[in-house]
Protein backbone atom coordinates (compact mmCIF):
# COMPACT_ATOMS: atom_id res chain seq x y z
CA UNK A 1 0.00 0.00 0.00
CA UNK A 2 1.04 3.35 -1.06
CA UNK A 3 0.28 6.61 0.91
CA UNK A 4 -1.96 8.43 -1.62
CA UNK A 5 -2.52 11.62 -0.01
CA UNK A 6 -4.87 13.68 2.53
CA UNK A 7 -7.94 13.66 0.95
CA UNK A 8 -9.75 11.86 -1.75
CA UNK A 9 -9.00 14.66 -4.52
CA UNK A 10 -5.63 14.04 -3.84
CA UNK A 11 -5.86 10.25 -4.17
CA UNK A 12 -7.84 10.41 -7.40
CA UNK A 13 -5.15 12.18 -8.74
CA UNK A 14 -2.68 10.50 -7.28
CA UNK A 15 -4.18 7.20 -8.59
CA UNK A 16 -4.80 8.31 -12.22
CA UNK A 17 -1.06 9.14 -12.08
CA UNK A 18 -0.03 5.59 -10.63
CA UNK A 19 -2.35 4.00 -13.10
CA UNK A 20 -0.89 5.57 -15.90
CA UNK A 21 2.61 4.53 -14.89
CA UNK A 22 1.39 1.20 -14.57
CA UNK A 23 0.02 -0.21 -17.55
CA UNK A 24 -2.48 -2.93 -17.47
CA UNK A 25 -2.17 -2.98 -13.38
CA UNK A 26 -5.46 -2.17 -11.26
CA UNK A 27 -5.28 0.56 -8.31
CA UNK A 28 -7.37 0.88 -5.94
CA UNK A 29 -7.83 3.56 -2.86
CA UNK A 30 -8.51 2.12 0.84
CA UNK A 31 -8.55 4.12 4.06
CA UNK A 32 -6.98 2.97 6.96
CA UNK A 33 -5.68 5.14 9.17
CA UNK A 34 -5.09 7.14 6.11
CA UNK A 35 -5.56 7.01 2.43
CA UNK A 36 -3.77 4.76 0.48
CA UNK A 37 -3.24 3.19 -2.90
CA UNK A 38 -2.70 -0.67 -4.29
CA UNK A 39 -1.69 -1.37 -7.06
CA UNK A 40 -2.73 -5.21 -8.49
CA UNK A 41 -2.66 -7.44 -11.29
CA UNK A 42 -5.82 -8.63 -10.97
CA UNK A 43 -9.07 -6.93 -8.94
CA UNK A 44 -9.88 -9.10 -6.08
CA UNK A 45 -13.15 -10.27 -5.73
CA UNK A 46 -14.11 -8.31 -2.68
CA UNK A 47 -12.69 -5.08 -4.61
CA UNK A 48 -15.95 -3.17 -4.14
CA UNK A 49 -16.55 -3.87 -0.82
CA UNK A 50 -13.24 -3.07 0.18
CA UNK A 51 -11.92 0.11 -1.73
CA UNK A 52 -12.62 3.64 -1.06
CA UNK A 53 -14.66 5.35 -3.06
CA UNK A 54 -17.06 3.04 -5.85
CA UNK A 55 -13.92 3.07 -8.41
CA UNK A 56 -10.70 1.64 -9.54
CA UNK A 57 -8.50 2.70 -12.17
CA UNK A 58 -6.61 0.76 -15.16
CA UNK A 59 -4.52 2.37 -17.70
CA UNK A 60 -4.85 5.94 -16.36
CA UNK A 61 -8.94 5.65 -16.45
CA UNK A 62 -11.24 5.91 -13.63
CA UNK A 63 -13.92 3.14 -13.76
CA UNK A 64 -17.19 2.34 -11.38
CA UNK A 65 -17.66 -0.87 -10.11
CA UNK A 66 -20.42 -2.99 -12.24
CA UNK A 67 -23.40 -4.29 -10.87
CA UNK A 68 -21.67 -7.91 -11.53
CA UNK A 69 -18.60 -7.08 -9.58
CA UNK A 70 -21.09 -6.00 -6.59
CA UNK A 71 -22.82 -9.10 -6.87
CA UNK A 72 -19.36 -11.23 -7.25
CA UNK A 73 -18.29 -9.28 -4.21
CA UNK A 74 -21.77 -10.13 -2.26
CA UNK A 75 -21.97 -13.66 -2.73
CA UNK A 76 -18.39 -14.65 -2.33
CA UNK A 77 -18.55 -13.10 1.69
CA UNK A 78 -20.02 -15.90 3.74
CA UNK A 79 -22.81 -14.76 6.27
CA UNK A 80 -23.48 -15.75 9.91
CA UNK A 81 -26.66 -17.04 9.58
Partial sequence: MIPAGNTIDEGRAFARLLSQNNPGMYVTLFT???LFAQVDKRLHVCA?????????????VEKPFTSSQRIADQNSTPTMS
Fill in 32 to 34: CFG
Fill in 48 to 60: PTDSYGDSYWLNG
